[in-house]
C-alpha cells in the first residue's frame, strides 16, 4: 500500500481509468459549483506559503492488464467524481492534464467526444450532440457539468478580470516542479512550500486488490455505494477468472456493461416508469426496482437469509451476493452463476418493457399499480405476482385477469354504506360519503377513455396523477352558501355570475332585483387595487364585509335565487347536484383555479392550463384528463345548443358512459 500528499501537478500526464463497474459520472451543478467556489475562497484568500487546499484522497490501484511499457494505468476506485471534474475544469482552462478513461464508454466510433480505448477529449466532449448524451448519462452529467464549469468563470469576470489566471495558479503554482512518473517514487517533495491543491494518494497494491472488497473497506466519498453499484460490480468484475479468461470477460462484461446503460435509459422514461411505480422512490436508480425484483426472487427460490432489514440499503446486494457465494460452494463456475443473474435481470426488464409498448397492458398495469398504491415491499410483491401470472396466462387471459380480478375488486363500491333512506346503486353515488369510490372509478373511467382512443395512441399521464393531489369537480357548479369561502371571493363570484346572465334572462323580476341589490355590496370596482395590496381598497372591502354581514341571511337568500336560476336551465336539482353524474376529475391546483364557473367559463380555464401545460413540458399549467375533456367539451350530446349548460341529456349519457366502463371491470 502507499500513501502519501500529492499535489495535483503529480497527475499531470497520468493515465486513469474507470472501470466498466464503477458508479458513473453522476455531479449535479451544486457539487460542481461548490468545488469551484472552495478553489476560488482558497485561491483569493492569499495564502501562506506551503498552505494548500486538501481535496478528498483518491483511492487508485495499478490496473496490470491495461499497463503496458513505460505506460501505468491506474484504476480509479474512489475518488472519480472530484478527478472527472478537475478534467473538466483543467480543460475548460486549456491547461495540462491527464489522462481519463472511461471503460463503461461506447466505443470511438458511437461516439467523437472519445479516443481510443475510451479516452475522453475534452474539445470534442465541447461537441456533444443530444443524441450523444442521450445514449451515454455520463456524457449528459459532463456536459452539463461544463456548461456550470463556463457560466461560473464568465460570471465571476464581471467581478474578477484575472479569474482564469487566479485558477490556474491554484490548480497548479507557477512555481511546480514536475517530478518523475510515479510520482512517489521518492519522498522528497520539492514542491512542498507551494500554496496549491493537494490530495490523498492511496495506492492500493495489484496483488491484494479485490475491486468489491476495496468499495467496502476504503469508501471515502461523501455519497455511499448503492446495492445496485455493488451488484454491478459483482457481475462486471474481472479479476476472478483466470488470466487466460480475463480479456473474453472483459468483453462479455463491456457487452453486458452497454446493455445496462440501455434498461437505465430506457427506465428513465417517465410514461414507463410511472407504469411500474406509481409512488415516491426513494432509491437512487430506477434500476434499482429490477434489481429488487430479481432479489426478491432469488431470496424465496433459493431460501436465502442475510442479516438485514427489507429496508437496509445493502439489502439487494447481499442476496446477490450470498447467492454467488451458495453457488460456489456447491462447485458451480463463478460465470455460469453470474451468466443466470444476468439472464434473470434481463427477462425481468423484458416483461416490463413489453407491459409499457402494449397500450393496453400499459394502461391496466398502471391503473391497478396506482390504484393499489403500496409500500415498497408491497409494491415488489405485487409486481412479482403480477409477472408471475403474465408468465403463466395467455395474453388475452391475463388482460381479463387484470380487469376483472384485480382492478374490479379496486373500485367495486360497497353497497352496504348507503343510507336506508338512499337506493343502493350506481347513479346514487354521492359525493361526501362515496368520493373516494367515486375517485377511483372516474381514474378508472378516464384510463380506459384514454386507451380506448387508439388514433394518436395516447398514453393516460401516471405521472402527474401521481404527482398531484386527484380532486373531484362539480361541473355544474354547487350552490355558494354550501362553500366556506371569504367574503372577497364571494365577490368574484357574484362577478363571474353576473356576465353568465344574458339581458334576457334579467327580464326576470326576481333574478334582477337580486342581482341589482347584491351589486350594492358585492361588486368590487376596485379590485385591481386590492390585488396591488392598496390599503384604501382593503379598507372598502371590510366596510363591505361588514355591510354584508349585517344582513347576511337575506343577502344568502338573494344569493341562492341566482343558484336556483342556473340550476332551472341546467334542469338539475339538489340530489343530482352531488352524484356521480355530476362529477369529473382533475388535480386539486385546477379545482381551485376552476371556481364556480358555468361550464363556459371552467372550459376557458381548462384550455388555459392545458396549452400552458404542453407549452412549457408540464412546468407549468396541468394536464386534462380525456374524460374530463369529453365532459367539459360536452362531447355526450351529439348536438348541443347551449354550451353553459350540463344539462339533464348530458348527466344520462356520461352516466351511462360511466356505467359501462364500470360494469366491464366488475361484473
Known amino acids: 500500500m502507499r500513501l502519501k500528499l500529492a499535489h495535483l501537478g503529480d497527475l499531470t500526464g497520468m493515465h486513469f481509468n474507470i472501470s466498466y463497474y464503477q458508479r458513473g459520472y453522476r455531479w449535479e451543478a451544486k457539487q460542481v459549483l461548490d468545488l469551484l467556489d472552495d478553489l476560488f475562497e482558497f485561491s483569493k484568500s492569499a495564502p501562506a506559503e506551503g498552505q494548500f487546499y486538501c481535496l478528498q484522497p483518491l483511492v487508485t490501484c495499478r490496473n496490470e492488464s491495461l499497463s503496458h511499457e513505460g505506460t501505468v494505468i491506474f484504476d480509479v476506485i474512489d475518488g472519480q467524481q472530484r478527478l472527472t471534474t478537475l478534467f473538466l475544469i483543467m480543460g475548460y482552462l486549456r491547461m495540462p492534464a491527464f489522462e481519463l478513461r472511461y471503460e463503461r464508454a461506447v466505443r470511438r466510433d458511437e461516439a467523437p467526444c472519445l479516443r481510443e480505448n475510451g479516452r475522453l477529449c475534452y474539445e470534442e466532449l465541447e461537441s456533444l450532440s443530444d443524441d450523444d448524451m442521450a445514449n451515454n448519462p455520463d456524457y449528459f452529467y459532463m456536459k452539463q457539468a461544463m456548461a456550470c464549469i463556463k457560466e461560473w468563470f464568465k460570471e465571476k469576470e464581471n467581478t474578477y478580470p484575472g479569474i482564469q489566471r487566479l485558477m490556474e495558479d491554484v490548480l497548479r503554482n507557477p512555481r511546480y516542479k514536475k517530478s518523475g512518473n510515479p510520482f512517489y517514487v521518492t519522498d522528497d517533495d520539492q514542491n512542498d512550500k507551494q500554496s496549491d491543491v493537494r490530495f490523498i494518494w492511496y495506492e492500493d497494491e495489484p496483488a491484494s486488490s479485490n475491486s468489491i472488497a476495496t468499495f467496502k473497506r476504503l469508501n471515502y466519498g461523501k455519497t455511499p455505494l448503492t446495492a445496485t453499484e455493488l451488484i454491478k460490480a459483482l457481475l462486471f468484475q474481472c479479476d476472478v477468472y483466470p488470466s487466460d479468461r480475463k480479456a473474453e470477460m472483459k468483453q462479455v462484461a463491456f457487452r453486458m456493461s452497454t446493455e445496462w446503460g440501455a434498461m437505465e435509459k430506457a427506465l428513465q422514461d417517465d410514461f414507463m416508469w410511472s407504469m411500474?411505480?406509481?409512488?415516491?422512490?426513494?432509491?437512487?436508480?430506477?434500476?434499482?426496482?429490477?434489481?429488487?425484483?430479481?432479489?426478491?426472487?432469488?431470496?424465496?427460490?433459493?431460501?436465502?437469509?442475510?442479516?438485514?432489514?427489507?429496508?437496509?440499503?445493502?439489502?439487494?446486494?447481499?442476496?446477490?451476493?450470498?447467492?454467488?457465494?451458495?453457488?460456489?460452494?456447491?462447485?458451480?463456475?463463478?460465470?455460469?452463476?453470474?451468466?443466470?443473474?444476468?439472464?434473470?435481470?434481463?427477462?425481468?426488464?423484458?416483461?416490463?418493457?413489453?407491459?409499457?409498448?402494449?397500450?393496453?397492458?400499459?394502461?391496466?398495469?398502471?391503473?391497478?399499480?396506482?390504484?393499489?398504491?403500496?409500500?415498497?415491499?408491497?409494491?415488489?410483491?405485487?409486481?412479482?405476482?403480477?409477472?408471475?401470472?403474465?408468465?403463466?396466462?395467455?395474453?388475452?387471459?391475463?388482460?381479463?385477469?387484470?380487469?376483472?380480478?384485480?382492478?374490479?375488486?379496486?373500485?367495486?363500491?360497497?353497497?352496504?354504506?348507503?343510507?336506508?333512506?338512499?337506493?343502493?346503486?350506481?347513479?346514487?353515488?354521492?359525493?361526501?360519503?362515496?368520493?373516494?369510490?367515486?375517485?377511483?372509478?372516474?381514474?378508472?373511467?378516464?384510463?380506459?377513455?384514454?386507451?380506448?382512443?387508439?388514433?394518436?395512441?395516447?398514453?393516460?399521464?401516471?405521472?402527474?396523477?401521481?404527482?398531484?393531489?386527484?380532486?373531484?369537480?362539480?361541473?355544474?357548479?354547487?350552490?355558494?352558501?354550501?362553500?366556506?369561502?371569504?367574503?372577497?371571493?364571494?365577490?368574484?363570484?357574484?362577478?363571474?355570475?353576473?356576465?353568465?346572465?344574458?339581458?334576457?334572462?334579467?327580464?326576470?323580476?326576481?333574478?334582477?332585483?337580486?342581482?341589482?341589490?347584491?351589486?350594492?355590496?358585492?361588486?368590487?370596482?376596485?379590485?385591481?387595487?386590492?390585488?396591488?395590496?392598496?390599503?384604501?381598497?382593503?379598507?372598502?372591502?371590510?366596510?363591505?364585509?361588514?355591510?354584508?354581514?349585517?344582513?347576511?341571511?337575506?343577502?344568502?337568500?338573494?344569493?341562492?335565487?341566482?343558484?336556483?336560476?342556473?340550476?332551472?336551465?341546467?334542469?338539475?336539482?339538489?340530489?343530482?347536484?352531488?352524484?356521480?353524474?355530476?362529477?369529473?376529475?382533475?388535480?386539486?391546483?385546477?379545482?381551485?383555479?376552476?371556481?364556480?364557473?358555468?361550464?363556459?367559463?371552467?372550459?376557458?380555464?381548462?384550455?388555459?392550463?392545458?396549452?400552458?401545460?404542453?407549452?412549457?413540458?408540464?412546468?407549468?399549467?396541468?394536464?386534462?384528463?380525456?374524460g374530463t375533456w369529453k365532459v367539459f367539451r360536452k362531447e355526450y350530446v351529439p348536438k348541443t345548443t347551449d354550451m353553459r349548460f350540463w344539462t339533464k341529456a348530458d348527466r344520462e349519457n356520461y352516466l351511462k358512459d360511466l356505467k359501462r366502463t364500470y360494469d366491464e371491470y366488475t361484473k
Open 276 to 626: 411500474l411505480f406509481p409512488q415516491k422512490y426513494e432509491k437512487p436508480s430506477r434500476i434499482d426496482l429490477v434489481m429488487s425484483f430479481v432479489a426478491r426472487g432469488l431470496k424465496e427460490e433459493h431460501h436465502i437469509e442475510v442479516k438485514a432489514a427489507e429496508t437496509d440499503m445493502d439489502y439487494d446486494y447481499l442476496i446477490f451476493n450470498k447467492y454467488l457465494e451458495q453457488e460456489k460452494q456447491k462447485g458451480r463456475p463463478y460465470e455460469e452463476a453470474v451468466k443466470e443473474l444476468w439472464t434473470n435481470i434481463q427477462d425481468t426488464y423484458a416483461i416490463f418493457r413489453s407491459w409499457f409498448e402494449d397500450r393496453e397492458l400499459y394502461h391496466l398495469t398502471g391503473l391497478y399499480l396506482t390504484l393499489l398504491n403500496q409500500g415498497t415491499e408491497g409494491h415488489l410483491q405485487s409486481l412479482r405476482t403480477l409477472v408471475s401470472e403474465f408468465k403463466s396466462n395467455n395474453r388475452l387471459s391475463y388482460i381479463h385477469l387484470l380487469k376483472k380480478e384485480k382492478i374490479g375488486a379496486l373500485i367495486r363500491f360497497d353497497e352496504r354504506k348507503f343510507d336506508e333512506s338512499v337506493e343502493a346503486s350506481f347513479e346514487n353515488l354521492y359525493y361526501g360519503k362515496f368520493s373516494k369510490e367515486i375517485g377511483r372509478i372516474l381514474l378508472a373511467y378516464n384510463v380506459d377513455v384514454t386507451m380506448r382512443h387508439g388514433q394518436d395512441r395516447a398514453y393516460f399521464p401516471f405521472k402527474f396523477y401521481q404527482d398531484t393531489t386527484p380532486s373531484l369537480e362539480h361541473i355544474h357548479p354547487q350552490h355558494l352558501d354550501e362553500e366556506a369561502i371569504d367574503f372577497a371571493t364571494r365577490c368574484r363570484w357574484f362577478k363571474d355570475k353576473c356576465a353568465e346572465l344574458s339581458d334576457e334572462e334579467l327580464e326576470d323580476e326576481e333574478l334582477r332585483t337580486a342581482v341589482d341589490i347584491l351589486r350594492a355590496v358585492l361588486y368590487l370596482t376596485d379590485e385591481e387595487e386590492l390585488e396591488k395590496g392598496s390599503e384604501a381598497a382593503k379598507k372598502s372591502l371590510k366596510e363591505k364585509a361588514e355591510k354584508y354581514r349585517e344582513n347576511e341571511h337575506e343577502y344568502n337568500q338573494l344569493l341562492q335565487v341566482i343558484d336556483r336560476h342556473f340550476d332551472e336551465l341546467a334542469d338539475i336539482d339538489e340530489k343530482e347536484l352531488h352524484c356521480i353524474s355530476n362529477m369529473a376529475l382533475v388535480d386539486n391546483i385546477t379545482n381551485i383555479c376552476l371556481g364556480n364557473g358555468l361550464l363556459n367559463s371552467k372550459r376557458a380555464v381548462l384550455l388555459r392550463i392545458s396549452e400552458a401545460y404542453d407549452r412549457t413540458k408540464g412546468k407549468q399549467g396541468a394536464c386534462v384528463y380525456m
